[in-house]
């Protein structure tokens, strides 16, 4: 009997840890891979002709056409700048700089990718303040400045697509201008 | 006691174990990837799909950026070395050959010196010997990519600087040629 429990001991550590484990590391890249700055992730080799064994696990569970290296890099945030899950309940604020690249866009997706508003909004597309940075809003009801309308209920990630940036490219120092995700008022 | 533990400690090490099955086993048994997504959209080679509204689309299955616009094509390299031509806008576009595991083979922007004209060639090691050896006739000017295998995607993103053109943009993608060169 003993042996049996020691036995069922062993099998449940050794799935948990093994699937639980794999599944931990190909979420956002918590473990390998991934390049985290506050609320934004990237797996930096996914536009690698040779990725580690962890992004090549990654590709073929997303299912996604990866950016190439040279065409740029897509951060993606599932919660805000205090670690909360973003939701459609709240209006967040988007504050800060974005790294050195040719344009970039910002879209709110479902879970599947699907983008759940009309539009996201693009470097050229936005008003700044003198300081060149951004203040972006992303609610459901109308909100000042640049407005990002989502819709629907649940939660939802953010993607920031860096289009021809130097981030990464060994020649850039700003790796860490990342904008904040800030949560002002949820209904 | 000790006992309980020991064997704790063994699941941990099995565990360990099955973590590295599970990410080395993955590509290969992934049963909806890159290569199952695009043999649905694009179930013969040299064909043509676009992705011009992607806001509007129910579904995004390749997690594109919506924003922008898009022409992705299948090539048989079996069939001859493949060529993808286009003459684009000159606002930002960009070009990504994919192996069938997803891998980017080859990705460059027009910003790289390109212009307008999207002539490239992608050829297999073998066409890649051939090529070296002057057996192959190609254009001068031709992009030349080597590819591992015969199988391959490519994808064209265009941006269009603001909504009024998406439809222009989008015509000039349907444009795209995706063919094998004779040899």
């Known amino acids: 009997m003993r042996f049996l429990l020691n036995l069922v001991l062993l099998l449940v550590v050794a799935l948990g840890t093994g699937f639980g484990l794999s599944w931990y590391a190909l979420s956002d890249g918590r473990l390998f891979g991934a390049y985290q700055s506050g609320p934004w992730s990237t797996w930096l080799r996914s536009g690698a002709p040779d990725p580690d064994p962890y992004t090549r696990a990654y590709l073929a569970r997303t299912g996604a056409l990866q950016l190439g290296l040279s065409e740029g890099i897509q951060l993606i945030a599932n919660s805000d700048s205090d670690g909360k899950p973003l939701s459609r309940d709240c209006r967040y604020r988007i504050d800060g700089s974005t790294p050195t690249a040719t344009f970039w866009t910002l879209v709110p997706v479902a879970a599947d990718g699907s983008p759940i508003g009309q539009s996201g909004v693009s470097s050229s597309q936005i008003a700044r303040a003198n300081d060149g940075s951004i203040q972006i809003y992303v609610s459901r009801g109308l909100a000042p400045y640049n407005w990002i309308e989502i819709a629907g209920e649940g939660s939802f990630t953010l993607v920031l697509t860096l289009y021809d940036t130097t981030l990464f490219s060994g020649i850039s120092s700003n790796r860490t201008t990342m904008p904040s995700i800030i949560r002002e008022a949820c209904a | ?183």
């Open chain 2, 1 to 183: 006691m000790t006992r309980s533990l020991l064997y704790a400690l063994g699941g941990l090490l099995l565990g360990l174990l099955i973590h590295l099955v599970v990410i080395l086993t993955l590509p290969a048994l992934a049963q909806d990837g890159v290569a199952a997504r695009v043999d649905t959209v694009l179930p013969d080679a040299n064909r043509t799909v676009l992705f011009g509204d992607l806001h509007t689309d129910d579904a995004n299955p390749f997690r594109l950026d919506p924003d922008l616009t898009y022409a992705l094509c299948k090539l048989n390299l079996k069939q001859g070395p493949g060529e993808v031509v286009a003459t684009l806008p000159t606002s930002f576009w960009s070009v990504a050959v994919y192996g069938r595991d997803g891998t980017v083979i080859y990705s460059t922007t027009n910003r790289d010196g390109i212009g307008q004209s999207l002539d490239m060639g992608i050829f297999d090691p073998g066409q890649t010997r051939l090529l070296a050896e002057q057996k192959i006739d190609i254009n001068a000017g031709l992009l030349i990519v080597e590819a591992p295998s015969d199988e391959v995607f490519v994808l064209v993103r265009l941006a269009p600087p603001q909504a009024a053109v998406r439809a222009r943009y989008q015509a000039d993608l349907a444009r795209l040629n995706c063919h094998n060169i004779k040899i």
